[in-house]
């Protein structure tokens, strides 16, 4: 699926004439959605991705991003994820723009610590292969272009985004919610046309 959507992005990117980046650091944090916006301690992330236009007026964009992303929490587990997102954005008449996703995603988690199976009477230290969960989003963002009246200008963004971890553990708690504060940054590269 993942493989198929990053084909659908080249080739809409090869119409668009330019490949968008965003590259973000964020805070992750095991919380309930919309009732904090700064957590700590800080656990810190990185997420790189892409996105693709399908429609765009003068106030309004409808888009499709694809992202990679690896967070470490402290004392809990570290993931890697890849995900997409639909999403729409409000052109203002001004510098900002806003922004709300709605998103899935495969995260990969491992445990931060060590963990023991009881096998034979005793405790060994068991191989940590990882936990395979489905990841729900919901995100919302507030946009500044730096040059006002170029479209494909850079921009940088501040992001919202709560998250579901389904199956957490299973028996026991079924789901985690998270939150991630995203600072980034997106910008244009432009694609070669060969002429």
Do not use: C
């Not at 990841?135 to 501040?158: G, M």
């Not at 998270?178 to 997106?186: D, E």
């Amino acid at each position: 699926l993942y493989i198929m959507l990053f084909f659908v992005a080249a080739s809409l990117h090869a119409q668009q004439k330019i490949i968008p980046i965003q590259i973000s650091l964020y805070n992750e944090s095991t919380a309930i959605p919309f009732t904090r916006l700064v957590t700590t301690p800080i656990h810190p992330g990185i997420q790189i991705g892409t996105e693709f236009t399908y429609k765009e007026s003068e106030h309004f964009r409808l888009f499709q991003t694809v992202n990679l992303s690896y967070y470490f929490h402290a004392q809990l587990n570290h993931g890697i994820s890849v995900n997409t997102e639909l999403g729409g954005e409000y052109l203002t008449n001004s510098r900002f723009s806003f922004g709300a996703l709605i998103g899935v995603g495969y995260l990969h988690t491992f445990a931060t610590t060590k963990e023991y199976v009881f096998e034979d009477g005793h405790y060994t230290i068991a191989t940590d292969k990882g936990n395979a969960r489905i990841a729900p989003s919901l995100s919302l963002d507030v946009n500044y272009r730096i040059n006002k009246i170029e479209p494909t200008s850079p921009k940088i963004f501040v992001r919202y985004q709560s998250w579901i971890e389904y199956p957490y553990s299973p028996g026991f708690i079924p789901l985690m919610s998270h939150i991630n504060l995203h600072i980034g940054a997106k910008f244009n590269l432009p694609l070669n046309s060969g002429k």
